[in-house]
Structure formats: C-alpha cells, structure tokens
C-alpha cells in the first residue's frame, strides 16, 4: 500500500459538544429513528449492508440507498418536519444516515423565489426559482457533500478527496474544514481561476490533473483503491454523496405549501442530481408528506459537451461519450456521464425533454435572469434558462403550467465568461464633473435609443 495514505501531521480531536456557531450544527434533543435501510442495487435489486461501498457485487450496478417508508410514514408529518430547524438534517429520516451529525457546515433552505419579472419576458404566467448558489460554498453541491462527510467522519476517514468540475472541490474544502480533516481535491488544469482561489482558500490541496474531467475521475477511481484513510466522496462514497440532491425536491415541495410544480427545469453534468429530484418527489408522495403530483423534469446541457442531450434528442437510449468537451460551461463538462441513461428515462417518463443549448444563448440567459430578478448565476444556471426558453419556444412548456428553475452555482465564480463577452465594450472613462457625465449620458441614451 503506498505511503501516501499517511494521516495529516495535525489531527483534530471530535467535537462532542456541538456549538451553535461557525461550523457545527446544534445539538438536538429530538428522538431521531433513521429511516434508512441500507444499501440496495439499482439495476438488479441485490441489498448490501451499510457500508463505503458503490457498486454491487452481483451485477456492479450502481448501489443506492434504501429505506423504510412505510415506518417513515407512520411517524414523520409535516408538522415535525416544519418545526425543525432549517437545514438538510430536517429531513434525517429520507437520508442515508444512522445518527444524526454534531459537526459540518450547515447546509440547505435556499430560497424558492418567484420570479415575475423573468416570467413575462420568456412567456410563463407563474415561474419561480430555487436559488442553490445561496449555500455556503455558493453551489448545490454542499448538499451531497454534507451527507458523504458526515459518513466519512463517522467512519473515521482522515481525509475528504473529490474528482471535481470545480464546484466540488469547493464544497468539499469547506465540508472537510467544518469537520476537521484533511481536503484533496483534483480538477482538470484549465478549471475557472475562481472555482481554483476559493478550494484554496477554504484549506484544500489542488491537485490539477492534465486532461478533461472524465481523465480527473479515472484517475480517483484509481487512487481510491490505492489510498488507506482517503474518502473519495463521489467514488467510494457515491451512495451517500449523491443523495444530498433530492434535498432540493423536499424543499421546493415544502416552500409551495405541500405541493410539487407542473415543471421543473435542471442543469444535468453526469445526471446525478437530476435523478435524484424525481427520487425525492417520488419519496414524499410515498410516505404521504406530498400528493400525487405528476412533475415533467426538464434538463439542459450545453452542445459542446452534451452527451445526454444529444442522445436524447437523436431518440437513443445509449449515451456516447464526448471526448473532448468545448464549452465555456465547465461545470457540466463531463463526458461519459454515469447517470445518463437514468436521465435519459426520466425525462421521457415524465413527458419532458432533456435539451442541448448554444454558448451564446448561455451568455444571454445569465445576463437575463441578472437583469430581471438580481440573481446572478454561473454559466450551468445559464444553460438552465436557456433550456427552459428553449422548451417554451418549441411548445413543450406551455404558459399556464407553473415552473421551477433550479439554479445550482452562483455567478461570481463564473465571472471570467462574462468579462471576456464584455470585452471591448466597456465604456471610456469621464472627468469627474456634472458636465463630463451629463455629456456622457446624452450620447449613452442616444445610442440606446438608436
């Protein structure tokens, strides 16, 4: 076994006593009765015992959990779900875990706006938006990243490693600080500046790997059998890790008073968190906290790296890897996309559609939903919009249904996009004085209304 594996020279001990600030989460006196299951394989059925484990022994399919809604339904109501405090551990009870965490950044409750404004302009009469980038780390992925971590501490891993598009890295630094242990994280070599400062900033070591992101996880895959101590979350961990997403479901249902939306619109990069928005409506309606509902699950990808999109759209079932993806939208690079043929169902089950957007109509859509509800969204957030007024446009969202559009990352880490469209259109600058600005303004307005 390589030496690499050894632990960090400086360890921290448990928190036993879990504070109400900075990173850890308040004690709680409630009676927490997990209603999780186990493992259990998603292709063949075959249940494994818990444990960091992610592909099934019979088939090597992948696992996912299992749980007990039938005991979950005779105990948990929405009155206890509502009075709990607002973060992804209201919802103990639908996620992999067996005892609730005492540290960890705390995660969750993202707002759910209504956007009125972004609504006219694109031809809907009620749109709202779930703003994920509203999470510590500024993106969706502090939910996954919260449950693996809290299994991973458990477990008694030393160090949180992560194969990364770039908002990964972030919410595993993070995660890994919160609980006192040691991040790694690798990325391909041309990730965004931004995505890189901040996995620094919160502690992380970077590894740049040479190669696009599929070449990144291959390279985990690797090292996961090779290093003693090291939690891979979205390898080793996958299970756990990918179903923080659904939390996202739980939440929308909740903020629109116990009822799920006609539409809902997601960025889709391997699928994950787009299969597990359906897996959460699906849970809630089982143990009887939702009605039936039937959602349509409408997905974006860009073209320059959008094997999903591209396989939905040709009417196959079978993904084909893109190799080298080109795209500004690096956050859903990803080329051979493990959850793509569950994607792929999905959107055909539910009536929707999972569609390939241009670049350009990505840079449109973000400066579009900025300039009508003031938020701000990193490029898979444009593809997202862009996805959805390609829906409307082609008739597959009509006017009446009410929408949801999931914004996972915040645009300040995207930024680089926006400057290089920006670039060579800034104005001049002006003398300091009334006249030099009202000259100014004149010939600005002018041109505006030309």
């Given at each position: 076994?390589?030496?690499?594996?050894?632990?960090?020279?400086?360890?921290?001990?448990?928190?036993?006593?879990?504070?109400?600030?900075?990173?850890?989460?308040?004690?709680?006196?409630?009676?927490?009765?997990?209603?999780?299951?186990?493992?259990?394989?998603?292709?063949?059925?075959?249940?494994?015992?818990?444990?960091?484990?992610?592909?099934?022994?019979?088939?090597?399919?992948?696992?996912?959990?299992?749980?007990?809604?039938?005991?979950?339904?005779?105990?948990?109501?929405?009155?206890?779900?509502?009075?709990?405090?607002?973060?992804?551990?209201?919802?103990?009870?639908?996620?992999?875990?067996?005892?609730?965490?005492?540290?960890?950044?705390?995660?969750?409750?993202?707002?759910?706006?209504?956007?009125?404004?972004?609504?006219?302009?694109?031809?809907?009469?009620?749109?709202?938006?779930?703003?994920?980038?509203?999470?510590?780390?500024?993106?969706?992925?502090?939910?996954?990243?919260?449950?693996?971590?809290?299994?991973?501490?458990?477990?008694?891993?030393?160090?949180?490693?992560?194969?990364?598009?770039?908002?990964?890295?972030?919410?595993?630094?993070?995660?890994?600080?919160?609980?006192?242990?040691?991040?790694?994280?690798?990325?391909?070599?041309?990730?965004?500046?931004?995505?890189?400062?901040?996995?620094?900033?919160?502690?992380?070591?970077?590894?740049?790997?040479?190669?696009?992101?599929?070449?990144?996880n291959r390279l985990c895959l690797e090292l996961t059998d090779e290093l003693d101590g090291w939690a891979v979350l979205n390898v080793n961990l996958r299970p756990f890790y990918a179903e923080g997403s659904k939390t996202i479901a739980f939440e929308i249902a909740r903020q629109l008073g116990w009822r799920a939306p006609d539409a809902l619109v997601a960025p889709l990069a391997s699928g994950s968190m787009y299969t597990k928005l359906s897996r959460g409506f699906d849970e809630l309606i089982?143990?009887?906290?939702?009605?039936?509902?039937?959602?349509?699950?409408?997905?974006?990808?860009?073209?320059?790296?959008?094997?999903?999109?591209?396989?939905?759209?040709?009417?196959?079932?079978?993904?084909?890897?893109?190799?080298?993806?080109?795209?500004?939208?690096?956050?859903?690079?990803?080329?051979?996309?493990?959850?793509?043929?569950?994607?792929?169902?999905?959107?055909?089950?539910?009536?929707?559609?999972?569609?390939?957007?241009?670049?350009?109509?990505?840079?449109?859509?973000?400066?579009?939903?900025?300039?009508?509800?003031?938020?701000?969204?990193?490029?898979?957030?444009?593809?997202?919009?862009?996805?959805?007024?390609?829906?409307?446009?082609?008739?597959?969202?009509?006017?009446?249904?009410?929408?949801?559009?999931?914004?996972?990352?915040?645009?300040?880490?995207?930024?680089?996009?926006?400057?290089?469209?920006?670039?060579?259109?800034?104005?001049?600058?002006?003398?300091?004085?009334?006249?030099?600005?009202?000259?100014?303004?004149?010939?600005?307005?002018?041109?505006?209304?030309?």
């Open positions: 076994m390589t030496q690499i594996a050894i632990r960090p020279a400086t360890e921290t001990t448990d928190t036993t006593t879990a504070s109400t600030s900075g990173s850890t989460i308040p004690a709680t006196d409630r009676a927490f009765i997990p209603g999780y299951a186990g493992l259990r394989c998603r292709a063949c059925g075959t249940e494994a015992a818990d444990g960091p484990v992610f592909v099934c022994t019979r088939c090597f399919g992948p696992l996912e959990p299992a749980y007990d809604l039938d005991g979950i339904r005779a105990r948990l109501t929405r009155e206890t779900i509502d009075a709990r405090k607002p973060d992804v551990w209201r919802w103990a009870e639908l996620l992999p875990v067996p005892e609730l965490p005492t540290t960890g950044v705390t995660v969750g409750e993202s707002p759910l706006t209504e956007a009125p404004r972004l609504a006219a302009r694109i031809g809907l009469a009620k749109l709202w938006v779930k703003d994920d980038s509203r999470n510590p780390s500024l993106s969706f992925k502090d939910r996954p990243v919260s449950i693996a971590a809290a299994r991973a501490k458990a477990w008694g891993y030393h160090t949180l490693a992560c194969a990364s598009t770039g908002n990964l890295s972030a919410a595993v630094a993070a995660a890994a600080a919160a609980h006192g242990l040691r991040a790694v994280v690798f990325i391909p070599a041309d990730l965004e500046p931004a995505k890189i400062a901040q996995a620094r900033a919160l502690g992380a070591t970077v590894v740049r790997v040479d190669g696009p992101y599929d070449d990144v089982a143990t009887g906290l939702l009605d039936e509902a039937p959602v349509r699950f409408f997905g974006g990808q860009a073209t320059g790296c959008g094997p999903i999109a591209s396989a939905f759209e040709a009417g196959q079932d079978v993904v084909r890897p893109v190799e080298k993806p080109d795209t500004i939208v690096r956050s859903l690079a990803i080329g051979s996309p493990a959850d793509g043929g569950y994607a792929i169902k999905q959107a055909r089950d539910s009536g929707a559609a999972i569609l390939g957007v241009e670049d350009e109509a990505t840079i449109d859509s973000i400066r579009l939903l900025a300039e009508t509800e003031g938020i701000l969204t990193e490029t898979a957030g444009g593809v997202t919009l862009a996805a959805l007024r390609r829906a409307i446009d082609e008739g597959r969202i009509e006017r009446h249904e009410e929408t949801v559009l999931v914004i996972t990352g915040n645009g300040i880490k995207t930024l680089d996009v926006l400057a290089n469209d920006d670039a060579g259109t800034l104005p001049e600058p002006i003398a300091p004085s009334f006249e030099a600005f009202e000259s100014w303004w004149g010939s600005t307005t002018e041109e505006a209304a030309a």
